[in-house]
């Protein structure tokens, strides 16, 4: 198992641009699959982006458009989501996740996977 702490949530005009940072506390960082999901009041969980275990694949959905980018650093032990022309729909609290199976890069989530406590963006318009 993985301790996963996000942080670089705030507040940002649409337009804008954040950094989300996961610093992962544990031996296994990388030997986990990565991923960072998403969650709006009253809504599903909603898969963002995934990275492979040595950051060499990368996943995104269909509703970032581009405009966010996955990478991890397994000397830090740290995943990163630079978000960039943000949206006032990427509102929302955001998740890092950390997993045996790379599935978790497709958006499959299994109940032993590793999960932060989420990181609040808000994007005004």
């Known amino acids: 198992q993985v301790h996963l702490v996000e942080s670089g949530g705030g507040l940002v005009q649409a337009g804008g641009s954040l950094r989300l940072s996961c610093a992962a506390y544990?031996?296994?960082?990388?030997?986990?699959?990565m991923a960072w999901f998403r969650q709006t009041p009253g809504k599903e969980r909603e898969f963002v982006a995934g990275v492979s275990r040595s950051g060499s694949s990368t996943r995104y959905a269909d509703s970032i458009e581009g405009r966010f980018t996955i990478s991890r650093d397994n000397a830090k032990n740290t995943v990163y989501l630079q978000m960039t022309s943000l949206k006032p729909e990427d509102t929302a609290v955001y998740y890092c996740?950390?997993?045996?199976?790379?599935?978790?890069?497709?958006?499959?989530?299994?109940?032993?996977?590793?999960w932060g406590q989420g990181t609040q963006v808000t994007v005004s318009s």
């Open positions: 996740a950390a997993s045996s199976r790379g599935s978790i890069s497709l958006g499959q989530t299994s109940p032993d996977d590793d």
């Open positions: 544990g031996r296994t960082f990388s030997s986990k699959t």
